[in-house]
C-alpha cells in the first residue's frame, strides 16, 4: 500500500486560514491605507522647510503631492495675507544660495507684513508646473495672490507639463477636478492621451494612471508622509552616506553649499559650452541677414507669444509674474560684439512680447562673476537680495493694478 | 472548547494576513507609480 506524503507547509497554511477573513483583512488592510492617505495629505509634512531642496524633492525620489504642497502653503501663509507664491526653477528655488541667504527670505523682508512668501519652485520644472498648480489649485482659498515663475523666453511648451519629471502634478489635480476649465489645454490633455506615437501616448496613459492613484488612493500621500517622519523605503545616489537611505527626510538638512566659498569655480566650468548654449538661444530668435546683421524672426515670435498665452487658464494670466534672467557676464562675454547685440536683443524683445501676456521683469543685465554660481543662469547670495529688491517692487505694482492694495 | 479557540485564531491570524497584504498593495501602488530612476538635476 502506498504510503500518503505529509502535508506541505502551504496546505498546512491553506487549512488553517479563513478565506473570508483573509479577504476582509486584505480589503480593511488597503481601504485604511487610504483612509490614512487621506489623513496624511491633510498636514504640513514639510514644515519648516523653506524650499524644496533635493531630498524632498525628485532627485530624492520624492514627488510631493498637490494635497502636501497645498497644506504647506495653508500653514505658512494666513489668508487674510497677499500669497506671493514662488513657482518656476532652479533659479527662483535659490540654487547657489546657502538656505540662510535664500532669495524668497529677501523677498519676504521686502515685502513686509501683508504679504506672505512661500518657495515651490523645483529643479528644472517649466513655468506651467508644480507651483503654477498649486497656485491655480488655491485661487478661491487666496483671491489676493501672485504667482512668480521664470524660464527663458522659450520655456513654454505645452500646458500639461512635462510626463517624465514634474507633469504629475497636473494630471493629480485634473484627476482631483481642482484645476480650472481651461479647453485648450483639456484638448492637449486628450490629444496627449491618444498621440500618434506608441512611446508618448504609453508616457501620457501612465501619468494619467498615476495621477488617477494618487489623487483617489492616496499611495503618494501617506508613503511620502510614512518617508518624511518615519521611514523612507527607497534607495537613492543622493543620500550621504548611503546606508542612511531609510532615515527619514525629515532629519536632512538643506545641503546647498556657498559658492563663493570656491574662488576656483569658475575654472572647472566649460564657459564655451555654456556660450554656445546662450548664442544658441537667441540664433533660434533672431536670423541672419545676408548683410551680416539679423533680425527677428516674426512667426518665431508669434509662435513663443501664443504658446505662452495658452499654457495657462486666461483667469491666471493677470496675477502671474515672470522673471526673465540674464546670463552670467563671464559666458556673455565670450561672444563676439554682434552676438552680444543679438543677445540683448533677444531679451529686450522676449521682455516687450511676453509682456502682452502677463507681467514681466528682466533681471541681472548689471551683474558682475560674483553675483553668479559656476554656470550661466545661478544666482548667488549676493545676487540674492537684488534679486528681491527688483521682484517685490513689481509684485507691490501688480497688487495695486489687481486691487489688492489701495493706490 | 478547543475547537472554538483554534477557530478564533485562525479568523484573526488571517484577518491579519489579509491587512498585510492589503497594505503591502498599496504600496506596490505607491512603488508603481514612481518611476524607476528619479530625476536628478543638472543643469538648466
Redesign the interface.
Known sequence: MKKQAPPSLMEKMGRFIQPWALFVGVALGFVGLVLAGRWADKRDIYAGVPRFHPLISTDGSVYPTLGHLQQHVRANASRRKILVLVGGNSILLGVGQPVESLWTKDLQKQLGKEFRVVNLAFRGAEPVEMGAIVAETLREEYPRMIYIANGRVDSFTTPVGNPNFYGYLYWQARAAGQLLDDAHRESVALDSLNHPDEKTRQQFSEIFMRGFVDARLHTSSFWNWVGQEALFTVWNVLVNPPQDFWKPRKLFKDFEPDPLSDPGRWQRTDLEREAAIVRGESERTFKDTPEGGFIPDPLEWTFRENTARSCFPPEVLPRTLYVLSHNAPAIVKRLSERDQERYRAQYSMGRERLARVFSVIVFGENLESDDYFSDRTHFTRLAAPLMAKEVAAKVREMSISLGYLPK | MRRWIQ?TV??????????????????V???L???IK????V??
Not at chain 2, 19 to 26: K, N, Q, R, S, Y
Not at chain 2, 38 to 41: D, I, M
Request: avoid cysteine.
Open positions: 477557530h485562525s479568523v484573526v491570524l488571517s484577518l491579519a494576513l489579509g491587512l498585510v497584504i492589503g497594505a503591502f498593495f498599496h504600496y501602488l505607491y512603488r507609480s514612481l518611476p528619479p530625476f536628478v538635476y543643469a538648466f
